[in-house]
């Protein structure tokens, strides 16, 4: 069984869809939790749609993401690598949660929510690409 | 995705709601709005997890409904979803019943 898993999708919906698809079958694999395999897949659909919205627009239009699993000694990593200019998804202020319903802010709950139910959450640019680490225990 | 129930209209969605499912809970909720119906049930019982996505068009479609004088509640989160809502500090923001009865006698109410 693979350690690692890496694949390039279009930068797409459709894209973000083989995703998902392919961590079901890395976290049936490898059996790990269902909570934990759901709440990486809540995280990869706020990361990947970030990308897929703020990088290159709906269509993807040739570009690419890379995005791989490892899952090392109770520690599962996600690594999601794009070529868009220069965006850190984690430098966007967290959204306001205590306000009431008429102020409240419809967007940025993606990023709290990745930051709660992952362990860790890295960004850093790596030449002209940009890269998001997600780390979540396993609890195995 | 939705079934009849009276005069208040239930919309039980199933699966994932994430970016790539969420316009289609949407087409739903503000169907029945466009249709007149302001008194919305919807019964996340069959959701297997929800993303911001998704949260984003249930916010939307409770505004809608509360500026028609309407009422959506919401019913039987699984735990996974329910912690998506305490995470997102939503929870108080919606009307949430454990049962699809409880949120029924909300409707019959008025409250």
Same mark, same amino acid.
């Given at each position: 069984?693979?350690? %690692?898993?890496?694949?390039? %999708?279009?930068?797409?919906?459709?894209?973000?869809?083989?995703?998902?698809?392919?961590?079901?079958?890395?976290?049936?694999?490898?059996?790990?939790?269902?909570?934990?395999?759901?709440?990486?897949?809540?995280?990869?659909?706020?990361?990947?749609?970030?990308?897929?919205?703020?990088?290159?627009?709906?269509?993807?239009?040739?570009?690419?993401?890379?995005?791989?699993? $490892?899952?090392?000694?109770?520690?599962?990593?996600?690594?999601?690598?794009?070529?868009?200019?220069?965006?850190?998804?984690?430098?966007?202020?967290?959204?306001?949660?205590?306000?009431?319903?008429?102020?409240?802010?419809?967007?940025?709950?993606?990023?709290?929510?990745? $930051?709660?139910?992952?362990?860790?959450?890295?960004?850093? $640019?790596?030449?002209?690409?940009?890269? %998001?680490?997600?780390?979540?225990?396993?609890?195995? | 995705?939705?079934?009849?129930?009276?005069?208040?209209?239930?919309?039980?969605?199933?699966?994932?709601?994430?970016?790539?499912?969420?316009?289609?809970?949407?087409?739903?909720?503000?169907?029945?709005?466009?249709?007149?119906?302001?008194?919305? /049930?919807?019964?996340?019982?069959?959701?297997?997890?929800?993303?911001?996505?998704?949260?984003?068009? /249930?916010?939307?479609?409770?505004?809608?409904?509360?500026?028609?004088?309407?009422? /959506?509640?919401?019913?039987?989160?699984?735990?996974?979803?329910?912690?998506?809502?305490?995470?997102?500090?939503?929870?108080?923001?919606?009307?949430?019943?454990?049962?699809?009865?409880?949120?029924?006698?909300?409707?019959?109410?008025?409250?």
């Amino acid at each position: 069984m693979e350690a %690692v898993r890496t694949l390039v %999708v279009p930068a797409s919906r459709p894209g973000m869809r083989r995703v998902a698809k392919d961590f079901d079958a890395f976290g049936t694999a490898r059996a790990l939790p269902p909570e934990v395999v759901r709440a990486v897949q809540v995280a990869l659909d706020e990361m990947l749609s970030n990308i897929v919205r703020h990088g290159h627009g709906e269509r993807g239009e040739g570009h690419q993401i890379e995005v791989s699993f $490892r899952l090392d000694e109770g520690v599962l990593e996600v690594t999601i690598e794009d070529d868009a200019p220069p965006f850190d998804p984690l430098a966007a202020s967290p959204p306001d949660t205590t306000g009431d319903l008429a102020s409240r802010p419809e967007g940025g709950l993606g990023i709290l929510l990745t $930051r709660k139910l992952m362990d860790e959450v890295e960004y850093e $640019r790596a030449g002209d690409r940009n890269r %998001v680490v997600l780390r979540k225990r396993t609890g195995s | 995705m939705s079934e009849a129930g009276g005069e208040v209209a239930v919309v039980a969605p199933r699966g994932r709601i994430d970016t790539n499912t969420s316009g289609e809970l949407e087409r739903t909720l503000f169907g029945h709005l466009g249709a007149g119906e302001t008194r919305m /049930l919807v019964d996340l019982s069959g959701v297997e997890y929800i993303s911001s996505a998704g949260l984003r068009v /249930l916010l939307k479609a409770e505004k809608a409904v509360h500026q028609k004088g309407g009422r /959506l509640v919401l019913c039987s989160l699984g735990q996974p979803v329910r912690e998506v809502f305490d995470l997102s500090g939503l929870s108080s923001v919606f009307a949430i019943e454990d049962t699809r009865e409880r949120a029924r006698e909300r409707f019959a109410e008025g409250k």
